[in-house]
């Protein structure tokens, strides 16, 4: 039987791997958030996971609504994915020439968002964004490139700028080791202000190479766009001549069969086609897969047909092929519609037991992402922009966060990331989530600012 998460024995084996891993890795952690850094304590170890469920180093069982932040659609280690992988592993590793499989993959993608019409295959979503600005600066010769605050589009330079000091002002860098020359050539907007794209373009147009945007924002907690925001994108993009990257890394293939812009881009929902797309996370089903996409008159200005170059010795690796294949296929609409009644019923059992206790919050949802923005003036007036995420009471998640640990269930271990849930989330593990509500709420209504 699976320990308690509170057991001593368990809580002392994952502190010893804790402390091993920060003796032999920066920070004990291969990617920044999985630190534990924003809600303090030590980082769960992970043995294994199956379905809805994760396990760590000392055999302590959790409901998971991380999901490897996205990729789990079908819950953790789906038989079929599973299988896939197994044989194509058997079939060699990688081969570093073409295959049929990333062929059907490429086809897969379009299939689902026809605007794809030709797709380019790399590992990481860093990858594909970094990829989709080199092409949009080479296809229109321009410079510059507009991002939002509070977008995050992997650790591409030009990517991790921050907000200068005013709109339109050149960005600053976000992280040292970027330098202000790659930080000078973003401009860096607040998110769901078209009147600032506006003056943007005003000012900048000529040199604006492309305007990248999640498809809906998740990396702030989540936040959609206002209705219009990206389709009046697209129409400011299209006048200026600079390109429109729709960021569907997270979003893609997870809210939908078609991503967001399946839920709101299509003619019959609204109608926007961006120039390129990039996808991540699903489309690989838990292996490294990511992609970008889009007409062919821009696709193929990439190497070895165009002038813009990229390449890697990974791209398209088979058996991470398998794994997105295999996913891609299993995902059906069925598969959506589980995913989306999961997050409804547990969106609002997450709001009720705040309710329940008097802690002002609000719950914003995207499709089958959601996340909870805490204090008063994000119950009052929600979640729009970088700024409002900011000023939410994220004191109060820390003890939410560790109340539901406590209990057995894996959040995100920061107020600024989506809720993920997976096909595999049955009706026993959304009821001990549930279960883990209402003493989680209470330590919430408690938590005072550190
Ligand atoms: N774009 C978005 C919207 C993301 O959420 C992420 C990762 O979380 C990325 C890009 C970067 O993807 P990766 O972590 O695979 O490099």
């Known amino acids: 039987p699976a320990a308690t998460p509170t057991e001593s024995g368990a809580v002392e084996a994952n502190h010893a791997a804790f ?3 920060q003796a032999a890795i920066p920070g004990g952690v291969n990617s920044p958030v999985r630190a534990y850094g924003s809600v303090g304590g030590d980082p769960r170890f992970l043995a294994r996971a199956a379905g809805p469920y994760v396990y760590d ?94 977008n995050y589009h992997g650790h591409v330079d030009a990517l991790l700028a921050e907000a200068g000091s005013g709109v339109a002002t050149l960005a600053m860098p976000g992280t040292a080791g970027v330098t202000a020359a790659a930080a000078a050539e973003t401009l860096v907007l607040p998110y769901n202000d078209l009147a600032a794209v506006e003056r943007a373009f005003a000012e900048r147009g000529a040199q604006i190479a492309a305007v990248i945007v999640e498809a809906s924002a998740a990396n702030m907690g989540v936040v959609p766009p206002l209705p219009g925001f990206n389709a009046g994108l697209r129409r400011l993009t299209a006048a200026h001549g600079a390109l429109l990257i729709l960021d569907e890394v ?69 058996v991470a092929v398998a794994a997105g294949l295999a996913t891609l296929r299993l995902a059906d609409d069925a598969v959506y519609a589980r995913v989306d009644a999961a997050a409804r019923a547990l969106s609002d059992a997450v709001g009720a037991a705040l309710d329940a206790q008097g802690v002002a919050h609000r719950v914003q949802r995207a499709g089958s992402l959601f996340s909870v923005f805490f204090g008063p003036a994000a119950a009052a007036d929600g979640v729009r922009d970088y700024a409002d995420a900011q000023a939410q009471e994220a004191f109060r998640y820390r003890a939410f966060f560790h109340a539901m640990l406590d209990a057995g269930v894996n959040l995100p271990p920061s107020v600024f990331e989506a809720w993920f849930l997976s096909a595999a989330h049955d009706d026993d593990a959304l009821g001990r989530v549930v279960d883990a509500l209402p003493a989680a709420a209470r330590a919430a209504a408690a938590a005072t600012p550190e």
């Open 19 to 21: 402390v091993r891993a």
């Open 57 to 150: 180093v000392a055999g302590r069982e959790y409901v998971d609504l991380v999901c490897s932040w996205g990729p789990a659609l079908l819950g953790h280690a789906h038989p079929d994915v599973v299988e896939a992988v197994r044989s194509a592993a058997a079939r060699g590793l990688s081969f570093g020439a073409p295959t049929v499989a990333e062929v059907e993959l490429a086809e897969e993608i379009r299939r689902r968002v026809p605007a794809a019409e030709r797709v380019r295959l790399v590992s990481t979503g860093t990858e594909a964004t970094m990829t989709a600005i080199r092409l949009a600066r080479g296809v229109t010769g321009r410079p510059l490139i507009v991002k939002f605050a509070g």
């Open 250 to 318: 997270l979003t893609g293939f997870r809210v939908g069969p078609s991503g967001w812009w399946g839920l709101e881009g299509r003619a019959d929902a609204g109608g926007y086609t961006p120039d390129l797309f990039t996808f991540g996370k699903v489309v690989g089903g838990g292996m490294p897969v990511a992609a970008l996409g889009g007409p062919a008159t821009v696709m193929s200005q990439l190497a070895p047909e165009g002038p813009v170059y990229q390449a890697g010795t990974l791209s398209g690796n088979p």
